[in-house]
């Protein structure tokens, strides 16, 4: 069998590599040089580029790229139902995201790998005068891998700026479960959508570009008549948290992944709704309310079901650092 040619090293330290492509009119029309560090200067850009493949049985990270203050420690094979599954902890050592900050991830997983992707902690996006900060996500999944990104939830300050893209590639056999959980802010403090601008767009599609499903969000709650726009129905509904699951899977029936995310949310206490993905590749489930434990809690459950259903293994109860 002749050998895969190596891939080509992209040039990392390019602006057009980390910077946000598409970025919604609302956020770019904030662009600005900031007057303390400006875009693409030391400790502005932050960047992991990982690849996953199964040597000895289980899964390992065969390539890593990182540029602070983007990082990890290394993989870890916690789960004794399926200990050859890598979960790996991304950090920022910056604490937080601030002005004309620029991230890019790219998860690379190959045939047969088993990846949980996962944050050391929430995401604050710090408040703003100047500019914008943006991520890129990329993550694919070749055949007959099993990754779940599910980072833990984005709190946008008084007066952030952020747009995220997360741009999702499945192969035909391949299973990834995504998910995210937005605040309204930080609500200890009394901030509940005083943050200038908060736009995602999420992007599941196949490598041929056939699409899946794509998910949007456009929060500007400083924009005239744009109050009721974020806490109105579609949006946050009123409530302080909104999240969801997305599972694009060929393992189960896409009815009976919509099921067992309603079976186990039905009884939580939380508002949800549970559909099927186009094309029948899966389901999603978004949900909403007020108290960040009960989300978490339902993030958790459907997560934890999802697995199960997927795997035919119990979920392990991870404990953050």
């Not at 890598?86 to 050592?93: D, H, K």
């Not at 991830?105 to 190959?110: A, I, K, T």
């Not at 726009?229 to 949006?235: S, T």
């Not at 694009?248 to 508002?271: I, K, M, N, Q």
Request: charged share 20%.
């Amino acid at each position: 069998m002749p050998l895969t040619p190596p891939r080509p090293a992209p040039d990392r330290l390019a602006p057009a590599y980390y910077s946000a492509v598409r970025v919604p009119p609302e956020v770019a029309a904030l662009a600005s040089v900031p007057d303390t560090l400006a875009a693409g200067s030391p400790a502005k850009v932050g960047i992991l580029d990982l690849a996953f493949g199964v040597r000895g049985g289980r899964t390992e990270l065969v390539e890593r790229y990182q540029k602070t203050p983007l990082q990890i420690m290394r993989p870890l094979w916690i789960d004794p139902a399926m200990p050859g599954m890598s979960y790996v902890y991304l950090m920022a050592t910056g604490g937080g995201i601030a002005q004309a900050d620029r991230y890019r991830m790219d998860f690379r997983c190959g045939p047969g790998t088993e990846v949980h992707l996962t944050t050391q902690a929430a995401t604050k996006i710090f408040r703003m005068e100047h500019d914008y900060a943006s991520q890129r996500v990329h993550l694919t999944a070749q055949a007959g891998a099993y990754v779940e990104y599910l980072p833990d939830p984005l709190i946008p300050f008084k007066d952030a700026r952020f747009y995220q893209r997360t741009e999702v590639t499945v192969a035909s056999g391949a299973t990834v479960v995504v998910g995210d959980t937005f605040a309204a802010g930080r609500l200890a403090r009394g901030e509940r959508h005083d943050y200038r601008t908060l736009a995602a767009d999420l992007r599941i599609a196949r490598p041929d570009g056939t699409l899946l499903a794509i998910d949007t969000l456009r929060l500007n709650p400083g924009a005239r008549g744009a109050r009721h726009g974020v806490v109105g129905p579609g949006v946050f509904a009123g409530h302080d948290h909104v999240a969801s699951l997305f599972v694009v899977t060929d393992r189960a029936p896409a009815d009976e992944v919509a099921d067992t995310l309603h079976e186990a949310l039905a009884g939580l206490g939380v508002l949800y709704g549970v559909s099927v993905l186009p094309r029948d590749c899966g389901a999603w489930v978004r949900l909403l309310d007020d108290s960040p434990v009960r989300v978490a809690a339902a993030h958790t459950a459907a997560r934890h079901a999802t697995h199960l259903l997927l795997t035919g293994c119990p979920a392990p109860d991870l404990r953050k650092p």
